[in-house]
């Protein structure tokens, strides 16, 4: 009986794990300066996409890997199962969602005449990308992010604010947070700030 013949195990599927890994190895390099935010940007995009580990190869064969790094990996809290809610609107009024929350994948935020403050220091996230997306008219939202987490904002200001400063790469394991949207006549605001420290 003929053998048959063997497997390259680059053809493997990967799974999360290894994705996580790759992320932590290119944040490693833009943080380095081996690579531009550009690419950065680029590559980390191609890697949720990746389905085998010669996919995720092409993205790091030219980078040292991270077991050579001595950053501190983040204790961001998961939990996928979570039950949660993915909205909060405050109309001539305000909302909070503060302490140990349910961060869910896809979060909407809307004030209107009013404020609201999301802050995922605490939160319990169900997914490693949180997007929120941020409305404020003549009104406004507060962002207050991990400071270990990977953030992008790309929301719009017009005849307002929306703050980008908090955009930046995080420690290996950190969720990866999105925060899009727009302000009319009003602000969005993200910051970054160390999580509060667990009580005994």
Known sequence: MASLP???PREIRAADRDRDQTSAILRNAVGDGRLTMDEFEERLAAVYTAKTYADLELLTGDLPDISRSTATPSSIDYDPDAPTSGVAVGIMSGFKRA??????????ALAFWGGGKIDLREAVFTGREMKIRAFAVMGGVEVVVPDDAEVFVTGLGFMGGFGHEASGVGRPGAPRIVVTGFAFWGGVEVKRKARKKKSR
Do not use: E, H, K, L
């Open 99 to 108: 302490g140990r929350w349910r961060a869910p994948r896809n979060f909407t």
């Open 6 to 8: 063997d497997r390259d």
